[in-house]
């Protein structure tokens, strides 16, 4: 949550009964927060925009209880990064919308650079927003601009099984 007059953004975890949840107070982690999920081992993953102009970002990840744990700037380094839609899949792995580069890139639960699953030049617009749907591995995705959603096969059963991801598969 945004909150204008002070020029602080925080992000905050509640329980179902509406009580805040321990977290660690006094980091600066977040400008413009966008998009958040929580990873399978209870990290929160924040896409943040970063500056006044609104054109550069950063992923935040976070612990549990707000620890900070590392910062994910984008792939390539330097490339602007501007993360939208996150979603994390049944392997841990981080996806998330860089509207600069016009990509859906997949970063391991510690920050690692993986792939590139999605492009441009696969014919859609720009990926916007991600969903993830861990009963049938299938990923959804919203492309500025679009009026549909299209779904893509993202790990085979058998790699969900194994823990071993073919990157040349989506």
Avoid at 123 to 137: A, Q
Wanted: proline share 2%; charged share 20%; hydrophobic share 30%.
């Amino acid at each position: 949550m945004r909150q204008r007059d002070t020029n602080i953004a925080k992000v905050g975890r509640y329980s179902s009964d509406g009580q805040q949840l321990q977290h660690k107070h006094g980091q600066e982690l977040y400008f413009n927060p966008r998009y958040i999920t929580e990873n399978q081992n209870g990290d929160v993953v924040v896409s943040n925009l970063t500056d006044n102009s609104l054109t550069v970002g950063v992923l935040v990840v976070t612990d549990s209880v707000g620890a900070h744990r590392f910062s994910y700037k984008g792939n390539p380094r330097g490339s602007n990064f501007r993360p939208q839609g996150i979603c994390t899949d049944a392997l841990s792995h981080i996806l998330v919308c860089d509207i600069h580069t016009e990509t859906v890139q997949m970063i391991d639960k510690d920050g690692q650079f993986l792939a590139v699953l999605l492009t441009k030049k696969q014919g859609m617009g720009c990926p916007y927003s991600l969903s993830y749907d861990h009963r049938s591995h299938l990923l959804w995705v919203g492309y500025m601009g679009y009026t549909t959603v299209y779904i893509y096969r993202h790990i085979q059963r058998q790699e969900h099984l194994t823990g071993h991801r073919d990157s040349a598969r989506i």
